[in-house]
């Protein structure tokens, strides 16, 4: 599998808005993760995840209880402390996993990422992040919700060689209500990491909440490692 800090990993969501208008993972050159162990590109890369622009997230703003909420084109979610271990990345910094031919594709851009550096010797490596994936203009919030999942799905089960997949659950999807009260749809697989190297966990989680803001369909992703200690616990990920 081809990915980002490790492969799936969930972030706590403090809040997610209903005012969810979403991200730009258009073509910026940052340094950027692009393998499933969170590797930096040696060199600063013009990275060009599907997904269309509605807006950039922005820095995070901290509360007076050390939590950080980030904003990005009228949407907004919230992490625990950079003493808890989250870390809010820069603006223009894109994560990523590739595709076959080796280029971007799916990603998150200004993403909280949660034990960011945990593997020795790999301060690129994480446990876990959390960022807006995409918004999409027409169509239901299913549909888009579920087309999105299963692309991040297969972009994550792709292992390293960008050749063979690892197996996957199948996607679950179902309606849950957000903390504001507002209607989104949620999509969950598990994947399995068939070819482990030193940093990676024996499976990753992603979930995909996705909701109508009005005028566009806006999709957050949560990824996290599973099966290992260290990892975001089940409960903190429920909480979303």
């Known amino acids: 599998m081809a990915g980002l800090g490790t492969r799936d990993r969930v972030a706590t969501l403090l809040a ?32 060009s995840p599907s997904g269309s622009s509605a807006g950039s997230p922005g820095a995070a703003v901290q509360g007076l209880d050390g939590s950080q909420v980030v904003h990005g084109g009228g949407a907004r979610f919230g992490v625990p402390s950079s003493a808890d271990g989250w870390t809010v990345q820069p603006r223009d910094t894109v994560l990523y996993y590739l595709d076959r031919r080796g280029d971007p ?80 749809v949620r999509s969950t697989s598990r994947i399995t990491v068939a070819r482990r190297g030193p940093c990676e966990a024996p499976a990753v989680d992603l979930a995909m909440v996705s909701l109508d803001t009005g005028r566009r369909v806006a999709s957050l992703v949560l990824v996290r490692d599973a099966g290992v200690p260290g990892v975001l616990p089940d409960h903190a990920a429920d909480a979303i």
């Open 16 to 47: 997610v808005l209903a005012t969810l208008s979403v991200l730009a993972t258009t073509a910026v050159a940052v340094a950027t993760y692009s393998r499933r162990d969170g590797a930096v590109a040696p060199d600063a890369a013009s990275g």
């Open 105 to 184: 594709s799916v990603g998150v851009k200004g993403a909280a990422v949660y034990r960011a550096g945990y593997c020795r010797g790999r301060a690129d490596s994480n446990r876990a992040f959390v960022g807006f994936a995409g918004s999409v203009a027409g169509g239901s919030v299913r549909t888009v919700n579920t087309d999105l999942a299963r692309r991040w799905v297969r972009a994550i089960a792709l292992d390293d060689d960008l050749a063979t997949s690892g197996p996957h659950t199948s996607l679950r999807t179902e309606d849950v209500t957000l903390a504001d009260g507002a209607t989104a």
